[in-house]
């Protein structure tokens, strides 16, 4: 493991020219840097970035959970090396073995990083039902576009299907620790999976929940809007997002992502019973206002397009 934790960190000497002194520092180390979001809760604070070869595809929140008994991860990142580097985050906290993997939905940045955990003894790779084919389906263009993307430090980054599948309920018990899972009907995708401390409080929403940076609409803009009472309900004391700060109160974090999704919908549905074409459909829905969002310029866009598709058929 040192071994392979210098070798980690001579490659990254060469890819952070870009990072901040305390970051780079810790990834040349071969370690993510990470925050104790609560008692044996860590968190990896992923940047509001699309994929670039400094950040190493780090650009969404990631984690782990220790037990008495094990580990379990929530997200491994967003490509194999980051996943190592989260890995000898573990390592330096606890000896005890990884048993999980949990995969909050199929987006590159949060799987990509599967394939360092892959070998260990025991582990499972824990996902919504529907991650299977949906990553059989769009992983290969991701993967092709991260490559494109990362250059050198895509190396290594292999597609891993999970083993385990979800279709509503799960508990993983760590000893002592139980945290549990709960499939999502489809919303920000069709594979969206949160995972809860359920002892701590503390709920990890991956992409269900979305600050800082413009929520992705990648399943059913209708279907999002339709889970959030329910995802609310859940007592949870604070908040893991997918992208943003590293915990926000709950539910108070999904104010902001309401607000925008809702403005979204409205907007659309006046532009179709105007009968803006879907052309049209971008200049006629412009970013709502209020709310400060990164990479809204990128994003708002396709989630017009997306959500035009789906809301012309009402």
């Known amino acids: 493991m040192a071994t392979r934790r210098r070798a980690i960190g001579a490659a990254l000497l060469g890819l952070g020219g870009g990072l901040g002194g305390a970051r780079r520092f ?37 984690g ?22 989260l890995l000898a985050a573990i390592r330096g906290r606890t000896k005890l073995p990884v048993t999980h993997v949990v ?35 769009r992983g290969p263009a991701y993967l092709a576009n991260m490559r494109t993307l990362l250059g050198d430090a895509a190396k290594g980054t292999e597609i891993v299907l999970p083993d385990t599948l979800v279709g509503d309920r799960m508990t993983i018990d760590l000893g002592g620790r139980v945290l549990g899972l ?12 949160t995972v809860q ?10 992409d269900l929940v979305s600050l800082e940076r413009l929520p992705v609409v990648d399943g059913s803009l209708n279907g999002w809007l339709a889970v959030l009472p329910e995802l609310a309900a859940i007592p949870a004391k604070a908040v893991v997002p997918g992208h943003g700060p590293v915990t926000a109160p709950w539910p108070d974090a999904l104010e902001p992502e309401r ?7 409205d907007g659309l549905r006046r532009a179709i019973a105007d009968g803006v074409p879907i052309e049209g459909a971008i200049k006629a829905v412009p970013m709502p206002v209020g709310g400060t969002w990164q990479l809204a310029d990128e994003t708002h866009p396709r989630n017009v397009m997306a959500g035009y598709t789906e809301l012309e058929w009402e």
């Open 259 to 265: 607000a925008y999704l809702e403005a979204l919908r």
């Open 26 to 62: 810790a990834l040349a180390q071969g370690a993510l840097p990470l925050v104790e979001a609560a008692p044996g809760v860590f968190v990896h604070h992923g940047l509001n970035e699309d994929f670039t070869p400094e950040n190493l595809g780090g650009i969404a929140n990631i």
């Open 197 to 206: 401390d359920e002892g701590g409080g503390l709920l990890f929403a991956g």
């Open 182 to 193: 709960r499939a999502w009907p489809t919303a920000h995708t069709n594979t969206d999976l």
């Open 64 to 85: 782990f959970v220790v037990g008495k008994e094990g580990v379990a991860v929530v997200d491994p990142g967003g490509s194999r090396l980051e996943g190592e580097m």
């Open 103 to 137: 995969l909050t939905h199929l987006h590159p940045d949060h799987v990509f990083g599967t394939a360092a955990f892959e070998g260990l003894p025991g582990v499972r790779f824990v996902g919504h039902e529907n991650l299977p084919n949906a990553l059989q389906e």
